[in-house]
């Protein structure tokens, strides 16, 4: 279910409206239901998957924890994804309802199956290991699953094909049938959320969840579950297990960044893509200025959709009484790459900075040693996007301009600067840069990427024409957000508005909602969402 | 995020604001633009067609779907000597403009031959035979002297989507709440017309635009539902020549020929039975002009600028055979003292 969909408000009241009438612990069977019914509306098989990651992280989390569960609770539990196989393959058909319900193939029901046997086995041996080295285990077991289940469902194809061609490049000839793999939506934030989890508990920095239902609900939480903010325990779960009372502010808090979600995604988000996605079809003849305007569209495009994204999961949330992380902070006000990264999708950057970059020894070895570091990590990430090379080459794009800010001094210095001037150069060029990047990310081939770089070598005076009614389409629906940021960029939240009076509030609530409505026809998915 | 200016009742002043602004930006516009825009969701099966009577005495023609007729204002009862012809169909009548269509090209051949004569293009793009049955049930109210009814049997799979468009839009599908506000209808409208076609090219417009050309190809290679259009347009065409005979107005039909390549390769016209149909609905004020048999001896390649639309001079060469008919002449002198 998405957010701009009709079905969403009728979701979201209807969840908001029972979530503060009910006592504590049917608050978590609530959030649980809700988060399973929206994630399976995608696809009921997905829910199979993030039931395996849940059973899995709850007892490998109490495990590092020193908290040892009875067997028969562990095989129980880590059996529910092939129970809700069951029921999919053989209870949801059968329902009265006119529903396509998806097939679940053999092969699911025996990887299922064997989850169960594997994972118990594994749990009873982890616990005979000395005290020790018990924790460390736990964690590696919780790392290896959640990162076997993330590389078989997104880049188990990815890799066959790379190595397919990579032997035909060495003449050598194979015929393999690759199975059809479904990328279930959500996997990579779940998963990664999950490995923090188990991981931060390891280091002390959080407790585990004691109830099966309050894990399976933190960590399948509705607003933030598809395209984050990749939340850590340590400050997220406390708000599940806390008691939270209804406050008026959450309403208004929630309902502005639902407003200024909606605004982001559906006035400047689907509005740019029109002219990104005419652009980026390999089919559209092009030349430096639309090659141009299409990666500045697509900018404000992936800005918009994503943020806007954040925004209306973290007023969802805010309903509910529960504050997730700002993910996003004026990223295009960077002054270099760093600083990008410290504003675009934070709780990512944040998440490869904590769990990667730094053990791999951060910039604790010298400067060959953490350009080394800095390059795998940003390769990684870029990876994490999505199973295509392009990905690769955008984080390793990263990675150079990360490496260039480092080694050249001037570029450092301006990073650095704090005069006006120097501040508008250093904004303006990272922009330019960030271009470069997103030009790399929204191209779906090399082959497309190259395309879209040979036309920056021309510049035809007709082109100029032709694009300036488009350029001036793409202005008018990035020029309310460069307007509102302005008047938020003090606030170091976009969607701050408390400062205004009252009167400039309603004035712009309302063009807001006019401008939402006018675009409302749009209908088009988050990108994030293939992530 | 908490902030200690944040009020703590159940609504803020901000929002009392704005939802009192959006209350008068939607009376505002029920007021003075209801009528321009009423039916845009009822796509072309609004009652009204988008005929809108005027304070000053006139008839405007505005929409009554996302097609439009071309922009035109008359008196609701024409002068007294004047006679009325009025045209209604789908793009073919209607023409590239409004002076080159042979509904004007009717007109100003009656005038050149002294007639007083007034001829309105009420065809719009798109119309099968339903909704253009809905717009000749609003100009019979206006009087017409007589009325030319385009055949054409092309535009039934688009009629049969905005049926269930219109449907649905009715409905209490959730979907649609939100352009049952005017205010919203009229800013989405105004985005989408004033700033959407006036920026994007078509290039990229079209990408967006919801694309069932293959769905309405799949249909029109199906023989039950061709059968089933085939029927519908000759049982809905029958009723629309039984308005006109009950209003008393007298009816030229003229009946579509598409343009074929024929399995010599030499161009020929396809009339797809409709000559024979509205053959048999002839009588003394019912005639017929067939445009297979206008443009029998023309030049199709320079005739036809596609496969069913004509060129201005075929638009000419229609409205002269229209006036061959003699239906007006005779309706003259029947009214001549």
Same mark, same amino acid.
């Given at each position: 279910m998405s957010f701009v969909s009709w079905q969403y408000p009728f979701f979201l009241l209807a969840v908001v409206a029972l979530y503060w009438r009910l006592p504590l612990r049917g608050r978590w069977w609530l959030l649980l239901g809700a988060s399973y019914l929206f994630y399976a509306a995608w696809d009921v098989r997905f829910v199979a998957l993030l039931l395996t990651s849940t059973s899995l992280d709850y007892f490998c989390g109490r495990a590092i924890a020193g908290e040892r569960r009875p067997l028969s609770h562990v095989a129980l539990l880590s059996a529910l994804p092939l129970g809700w196989l069951i029921v999919c393959r053989e209870v949801l058909p059968h329902l009265p309802v006119d529903v396509a319900w998806p097939d679940v193939g053999g092969w699911s029901l025996a990887m299922a199956a064997v989850l169960p046997v594997a994972f118990t086995l594994l749990y009873a041996w982890g616990w005979r290991l000395a005290e020790s080295r018990r924790a460390r285990a736990f964690v590696t077991l919780s790392i290896a699953s959640n990162l076997a289940v993330l590389g078989f469902f997104k880049y188990f194809n990815f890799f066959a094909v790379s190595l397919v061609t990579l032997l035909a490049g060495a003449g050598i000839t194979v015929h393999w049938t690759l199975p059809t793999i479904l990328l279930p939506i959500a996997i990579s934030f779940y998963t990664f959320q999950s490995i923090s989890y188990a991981v931060d508990i390891h280091r002390g920095k959080a407790h585990p969840a004691r109830d099966f239902v309050l894990f399976a609900a933190y960590l399948g939480f509705f607003p933030q579950l598809v395209s984050g903010p990749i939340e850590r325990a340590g400050r997220f779960l406390p708000q599940f297990e806390t008691p939270r009372v209804w406050d008026p502010v959450c309403l208004h808090q929630g309902l502005r960044l639902i407003l200024v979600g909606l605004f982001k995604k559906m006035v400047v988000a689907d509005n740019c893509a029109l002219v990104a996605n005419h652009v980026f079809d390999p089919r559209t003849p092009l030349d430096g200025w639309w090659a141009a305007l299409g990666v500045v569209a697509f900018a404000f495009q992936i800005y918009g959709d994503f943020s806007g994204y954040t925004d209306l999961a973290r007023g969802s949330a805010r309903l509910l009484g529960i504050e997730l992380s700002n993910n996003f902070q004026f990223p295009y006000l960077a002054r270099g790459p760093s600083e990008f990264w410290q504003r675009w999708h934070i709780t990512l950057s944040t998440w490869f900075r904590d769990y990667v970059y730094i053990p791999l020894g951060g910039n604790r070895g010298g400067t060959g040693r953490t350009l080394l570091n800095l390059w795998i990590t940003m390769v990684v990430a870029g990876l994490w996007h999505g199973a295509s090379w392009t990905f690769v080459l955008w984080g390793a794009y990263h990675a150079l301009l990360l490496s260039l800010y480092r080694l050249a001094t001037p570029l450092a210095r301006l990073e650095a600067s704090t005069s006006r001037m120097g501040r508008i150069v250093a904004v303006a060029l990272m922009f330019g840069l960030t271009l470069g990047g997103w030009a790399i990310f929204r191209c779906t081939s090399l082959a497309q990427l190259t395309h879209w770089v040979a036309a920056l070598a021309t510049w035809p005076a007709a082109g100029a024409i032709s694009v300036l009614r488009p350029a001036g389409w793409v202005l008018v629906h990035v020029a309310p957000l460069v307007l509102w940021q302005w008047a938020t960029?003090? =606030? =170091? +939240? !976009?969607? !701050?508005? +408390?400062?205004?009076?009252w009167g400039a509030r309603g004035l712009a609530y309302a063009v807001v909602l006019l401008l939402v409505a006018s675009s409302a026809a749009n209908d088009q998915e988050f990108i994030y969402f293939q992530f | 995020m908490p902030s200690p200016r944040t009020p703590a009742r159940l609504t803020t002043r901000a929002f009392l604001l704005a939802v009192g602004l959006l209350i008068v930006a939607e009376g505002v516009v029920r007021l003075f633009f209801s009528s321009s825009?009423?039916?845009?969701?009822? &796509? #072309? &099966?609004? *009652?009204?067609? #988008?005929f809108v009577e005027r304070a000053d005495g006139t008839v405007s023609l505005e929409r009554s779907g996302g097609r439009r007729f071309f922009p035109q204002r008359f008196p609701v009862q024409p002068p007294p000597t004047t006679y009325r012809v009025m045209v209604v169909g789908d793009s073919v009548p209607r023409g590239s403009s409004l002076e080159s269509s042979y509904a004007r090209q009717l007109g100003s051949l009656f005038a050149s031959e002294g007639a007083l004569c007034e001829a309105w293009n009420l065809a719009v793009p798109g119309y099968g035979v339903r909704r253009v049955q809905v717009v000749l049930r609003q100009a019979l109210r &206006?009087? *017409?002297?007589l009325v030319v009814l385009h055949v054409n049997d092309s535009n039934e799979y688009e009629d049969e989507r905005e049926w269930r468009r219109s449907r649905e839009f009715q #409905?209490?599908? *959730?979907?649609n709440w939100l352009m049952k506000s005017l205010v919203f209808r009229r800013l989405y409208e105004a985005r989408t017309e004033k700033v959407s076609w006036e920026l994007l090219p078509e290039a990229v417009r079209g990408r967006q635009g919801v694309n069932d050309a293959d769905a309405e190809i799949a249909a029109s290679m199906n023989p039950a539902r061709l059968a089933e259009w085939g029927d519908r347009v000759r049982t809905v065409t029958r009723e629309s020549v039984r308005l006109c005979t009950e209003a008393g107005v007298p009816v030229v039909l003229v009946t579509q020929a598409r343009r074929t390549r024929l399995a010599d390769g030499r161009l020929g016209l396809d009339d797809g039975g409709l000559d024979a149909f509205a053959q048999s609905l002839t009588n003394r004020t019912v005639a017929w002009v067939a445009m297979s048999r206008v443009f029998r001896d023309a030049d199709l390649a320079t005739t036809y600028a596609d496969g069913s639309h004509v060129r201005p001079p075929a638009h000419q060469a229609l409205a002269r055979a229209l006036r061959d008919t003699g239906l007006l002449e005779s309706r003259r002198a029947a009214r001549a003292p």
């Amino acid at each position: 279910m998405s957010f701009v969909s009709w079905q969403y408000p009728f979701f979201l009241l209807a969840v908001v409206a029972l979530y503060w009438r009910l006592p504590l612990r049917g608050r978590w069977w609530l959030l649980l239901g809700a988060s399973y019914l929206f994630y399976a509306a995608w696809d009921v098989r997905f829910v199979a998957l993030l039931l395996t990651s849940t059973s899995l992280d709850y007892f490998c989390g109490r495990a590092i924890a020193g908290e040892r569960r009875p067997l028969s609770h562990v095989a129980l539990l880590s059996a529910l994804p092939l129970g809700w196989l069951i029921v999919c393959r053989e209870v949801l058909p059968h329902l009265p309802v006119d529903v396509a319900w998806p097939d679940v193939g053999g092969w699911s029901l025996a990887m299922a199956a064997v989850l169960p046997v594997a994972f118990t086995l594994l749990y009873a041996w982890g616990w005979r290991l000395a005290e020790s080295r018990r924790a460390r285990a736990f964690v590696t077991l919780s790392i290896a699953s959640n990162l076997a289940v993330l590389g078989f469902f997104k880049y188990f194809n990815f890799f066959a094909v790379s190595l397919v061609t990579l032997l035909a490049g060495a003449g050598i000839t194979v015929h393999w049938t690759l199975p059809t793999i479904l990328l279930p939506i959500a996997i990579s934030f779940y998963t990664f959320q999950s490995i923090s989890y188990a991981v931060d508990i390891h280091r002390g920095k959080a407790h585990p969840a004691r109830d099966f239902v309050l894990f399976a609900a933190y960590l399948g939480f509705f607003p933030q579950l598809v395209s984050g903010p990749i939340e850590r325990a340590g400050r997220f779960l406390p708000q599940f297990e806390t008691p939270r009372v209804w406050d008026p502010v959450c309403l208004h808090q929630g309902l502005r960044l639902i407003l200024v979600g909606l605004f982001k995604k559906m006035v400047v988000a689907d509005n740019c893509a029109l002219v990104a996605n005419h652009v980026f079809d390999p089919r559209t003849p092009l030349d430096g200025w639309w090659a141009a305007l299409g990666v500045v569209a697509f900018a404000f495009q992936i800005y918009g959709d994503f943020s806007g994204y954040t925004d209306l999961a973290r007023g969802s949330a805010r309903l509910l009484g529960i504050e997730l992380s700002n993910n996003f902070q004026f990223p295009y006000l960077a002054r270099g790459p760093s600083e990008f990264w410290q504003r675009w999708h934070i709780t990512l950057s944040t998440w490869f900075r904590d769990y990667v970059y730094i053990p791999l020894g951060g910039n604790r070895g010298g400067t060959g040693r953490t350009l080394l570091n800095l390059w795998i990590t940003m390769v990684v990430a870029g990876l994490w996007h999505g199973a295509s090379w392009t990905f690769v080459l955008w984080g390793a794009y990263h990675a150079l301009l990360l490496s260039l800010y480092r080694l050249a001094t001037p570029l450092a210095r301006l990073e650095a600067s704090t005069s006006r001037m120097g501040r508008i150069v250093a904004v303006a060029l990272m922009f330019g840069l960030t271009l470069g990047g997103w030009a790399i990310f929204r191209c779906t081939s090399l082959a497309q990427l190259t395309h879209w770089v040979a036309a920056l070598a021309t510049w035809p005076a007709a082109g100029a024409i032709s694009v300036l009614r488009p350029a001036g389409w793409v202005l008018v629906h990035v020029a309310p957000l460069v307007l509102w940021q302005w008047a938020t960029v003090s =606030r =170091r +939240d !976009e969607a !701050e508005t +408390d400062a205004w009076p009252w009167g400039a509030r309603g004035l712009a609530y309302a063009v807001v909602l006019l401008l939402v409505a006018s675009s409302a026809a749009n209908d088009q998915e988050f990108i994030y969402f293939q992530f | 995020m908490p902030s200690p200016r944040t009020p703590a009742r159940l609504t803020t002043r901000a929002f009392l604001l704005a939802v009192g602004l959006l209350i008068v930006a939607e009376g505002v516009v029920r007021l003075f633009f209801s009528s321009s825009m009423s039916g845009r969701f009822d &796509y #072309g &099966y609004n *009652p009204t067609a #988008g005929f809108v009577e005027r304070a000053d005495g006139t008839v405007s023609l505005e929409r009554s779907g996302g097609r439009r007729f071309f922009p035109q204002r008359f008196p609701v009862q024409p002068p007294p000597t004047t006679y009325r012809v009025m045209v209604v169909g789908d793009s073919v009548p209607r023409g590239s403009s409004l002076e080159s269509s042979y509904a004007r090209q009717l007109g100003s051949l009656f005038a050149s031959e002294g007639a007083l004569c007034e001829a309105w293009n009420l065809a719009v793009p798109g119309y099968g035979v339903r909704r253009v049955q809905v717009v000749l049930r609003q100009a019979l109210r &206006y009087h *017409p002297s007589l009325v030319v009814l385009h055949v054409n049997d092309s535009n039934e799979y688009e009629d049969e989507r905005e049926w269930r468009r219109s449907r649905e839009f009715q #409905g209490w599908h *959730p979907r649609n709440w939100l352009m049952k506000s005017l205010v919203f209808r009229r800013l989405y409208e105004a985005r989408t017309e004033k700033v959407s076609w006036e920026l994007l090219p078509e290039a990229v417009r079209g990408r967006q635009g919801v694309n069932d050309a293959d769905a309405e190809i799949a249909a029109s290679m199906n023989p039950a539902r061709l059968a089933e259009w085939g029927d519908r347009v000759r049982t809905v065409t029958r009723e629309s020549v039984r308005l006109c005979t009950e209003a008393g107005v007298p009816v030229v039909l003229v009946t579509q020929a598409r343009r074929t390549r024929l399995a010599d390769g030499r161009l020929g016209l396809d009339d797809g039975g409709l000559d024979a149909f509205a053959q048999s609905l002839t009588n003394r004020t019912v005639a017929w002009v067939a445009m297979s048999r206008v443009f029998r001896d023309a030049d199709l390649a320079t005739t036809y600028a596609d496969g069913s639309h004509v060129r201005p001079p075929a638009h000419q060469a229609l409205a002269r055979a229209l006036r061959d008919t003699g239906l007006l002449e005779s309706r003259r002198a029947a009214r001549a003292p």
